[in-house]
Nanobody
Framework: QVQLVESGGGLVQPGGSLRLSCAAS????????MGWYRQAPGKQRELVAT????????VYADSVKGRFTISKANSKDTVSLQMNSLRPGYTAVYYC????????????????WGQGTQVTVSS
């Protein structure tokens, strides 16, 4: 059983910063990619940023480039999202996502999700 546990959401004023973290736990897997998506009320879930475990290749949504930084923590199964210069339009539930490799079958699945953490940017 694989779990993604998120932390770090909250309320912040415009222009402020927050740091989100996500840790994958369980056994029998290897992380290929981890990332963050967000869903604002009435909108579809959208990609924020991803990072691969081999190579540390990153992808960012255009709206967050230069403001957000995704990185892997000390453990290769933990990813963080540093969010700076936050704007009210970034208010959403942020979800951690992982694409994992089953070390027995070598199959890949990308439908692992965390429970979501609320980020609210408001004065």
């Amino acid at each position: 059983q694989v779990q993604l546990v998120e932390s770090g959401g909250g309320l912040v004023q415009p222009g402020g910063s927050l740091r989100l973290s996500c840790a994958a736990s369980g056994s029998g897997f290897r992380v290929y990619l981890m990332g963050w998506y967000r869903q604002a009320p009435g909108k579809q879930r959208e990609l924020v940023a991803t990072i691969t475990t081999p190579g540390n290749f990153t992808v960012y949504a255009d709206s967050v480039k230069g403001r957000f930084t995704i990185s892997k923590a000390n453990s290769k199964d933990t990813v963080s999202l540093q969010m700076n210069s936050l704007r009210p339009g970034y208010t959403a539930v942020y979800y951690c996502n992982a694409e994992l490799i089953n070390v027995t079958t070598m199959s890949r699945r990308s439908d692992y999700w965390g429970q979501g953490t609320q980020v609210t940017v408001s004065s």
